[in-house]
Every structure is written in structure tokens, then in C-alpha cells.
């Protein structure tokens, strides 16, 4: 009976999405070192646009996630506070006319003065929080919010089509920085959660969650298992649709929020979800 149920299930997947909708549900449920990346996945969502977009990466890094984005033309502003990691982005895309690089952290308050803090254990973790035993005050560096940054560039009115945070923590902070009110809402938003960084700094999971959903997005659930080193390889879980509890409490992932719903849909397949448990 289960048997002829997962081929029935089988059947309808390679008839409504073909061979490569198939292997990918396969990949997806059987192969334990599958591991997402959802900035690529927003690409293949919103790449075939007729019109170059805007991009705002808020923890860039080394721009593995603009990279594409700025290859395709689009305007790009990358803020990156780390001196050593802004050194990698800015040998990569320096050159670029689309892309501006900005030295500054983001949050909900602007400050002249703060401290960065870094840790051996991988140049990803660079952040304003100290999370790790490991973690040490390496530079003073500047904060604004992307209200305020937004407007010294003169795009507060550019529509924003994709805006990604990766900030060690201080995700629902930089969303509180944007200027909700008089600016248009990003199309596409990706931003990391972990509660074992954002807990100490006031929120949860559900709260940065459900400050999207009070947005007016559609959310789906990236939720990778918890950390076992930072700088390793991590382990992905699944997709799933908001609401939504994580499976453990102690995991971590990404939310791509999405603000039209046909979009949500596509997303929905492109994430190999079935619309019909959308609630």
C-alpha cells in the first residue's frame, strides 16, 4: 500500500514536472549531503527579468551571493564591516561599475563608533555580537541602517528586488532599519536565523518570522541542523512553508520571504513543495 502510493506520488511528479522535478524530489528526501543554496535559488527565481534589478547584500562577505546578480548588470550595494573580508569582495569587484561597496555594519541604530568582533573558527562569523568562546574585539567600525544609507546614495524610492541579510544576528535589526513606511518593499528578502545568536540579542525564530509575515510576505523555511563547527561543512534538513515550528530548536537556516504570491508559487516548485499544503 505505501509502496504503491510513493509510485503514484512518483508518477505525478514526472508528469507535472518532468524528469529534473523527479531527481530533484529525490535529492531533496534521499541524499544526506544535499545542501541548498537559497541566494541560488532566488536567482533562478527573478534572473530572467527584462529589467536590471536592485540588490542590497547586508554582510557580503567574499559576494559568493551578489556575484551573479552583478554578472547580470543589476545595481548592487554591498555592505561588508570585516577590513580583511571587504579586501577578497573588493579584489573580485572593485572594478565593477554596478557595485558599490560600503565599509559600514547595519542595524536598527546608527552609531559613529562600535566594535567588530572576529574568530579564528571562520571569517563568516564576523559580527557585532560575541556568540563564541573564540570570539575577540578586532576594529571600530561604523553602523547606519538602510534607511539612512538608502537615502545618502538617493535610492530610498528605487524598488528593491532583492535584499539579503546575513549579519551573525542582527538580521531582524537591519529589517527594522529599513524605511517600511515610505520606501517600496523588497521583492525578494533572504535572511538567516538562529537562536542561539539572536536569543541574547532579544528575538527568536518566530519573531523575525513573523515580522515578514506582518510585511505581507509569503515565507518558506530553510532549516539546516544545528551547528557542529562553525567554518565546516553544515547539514541541510528541508524546506517547508510558514507557519511552521523547526524540528529542533537548536537548528538554524534561512528565510526567503517573497512579497507576490505568484512568485511564492514558483518558489513553492522550485523548492520541490506542493502548493496544495499551503495554507
Not at 157 to 174: C, Q, R, S
Not at 218 to 239: C, D, N, Q, T
Not at 244 to 252: K, R, T
Request: glycine residues 6%; negative net charge.
Amino acid at each position: 500500500m505505501v509502496l504503491m502510493k510513493k509510485l503514484k506520488t512518483a508518477q505525478k511528479i514526472l508528469k507535472t514536472r518532468g524528469m529534473n522535478g523527479l531527481a530533484m524530489t529525490l535529492r531533496l528526501k534521499l541524499d544526506r549531503s544535499f545542501r541548498p543554496d537559497e541566494t541560488k535559488i532566488v536567482y533562478e527565481l527573478i534572473n530572467d527579468r527584462s529589467h536590471s534589478g536592485f540588490m542590497i547584500d547586508v554582510g557580503a562577505h567574499h559576494g559568493s551571493s551578489l556575484a551573479p546578480f552583478a554578472e547580470l548588470g543589476w545595481q548592487v550595494i554591498a555592505f561588508e564591516p570585516d577590513s580583511s573580508n571587504r579586501a577578497i569582495l573588493e579584489s573580485s569587484f572593485s572594478t565593477y561599475d554596478n557595485v558599490i561597496i560600503d565599509p559600514r555594519a547595519c542595524s536598527d541604530q546608527a552609531q559613529p563608533e562600535a566594535t567588530l568582533f572576529v574568530s579564528p573558527e571562520s571569517s563568516g562569523v564576523s559580527g557585532l555580537s560575541a556568540f563564541l568562546e573564540s570570539h575577540r574585539a578586532s576594529e571600530k567600525i561604523s553602523v547606519t541602517t538602510l534607511a539612512d544609507a538608502l537615502g545618502a546614495y538617493g535610492y530610498l524610492a528605487k524598488p528593491v528586488d532583492f535584499l539579503k541579510i546575513d549579519t551573525e544576528g542582527f538580521d531582524l535589526m537591519v529589517l527594522k532599519g529599513f524605511l517600511w513606511a515610505q520606501s517600496p518593499h523588497p521583492g525578494v528578502i533572504v535572511c538567516e536565523f538562529e537562536d542561539a545568536k539572536t536569543r541574547p540579542l532579544g528575538y527568536s525564530f518566530h519573531q523575525l518570522a513573523d515580522f515578514l509575515v506582518n510585511k505581507a510576505y509569503w515565507l518558506i523555511i530553510s532549516e539546516w541542523y544545528p551547528v557542529k563547527a562553525y567554518g565546516g561543512l553544515h547539514r541541510w534538513r528541508r524546506f517547508t512553508t510558514y507557519p511552521c515550528d523547526l524540528v529542533d530548536p537548536q537548528g538554524w537556516g534561512n528565510i526567503i520571504a517573497v512579497k507576490d504570491q505568484e512568485a511564492y508559487h514558483q518558489l513553492c516548485q522550485l523548492c520541490q513543495l506542493d502548493r496544495l499544503h499551503i495554507k
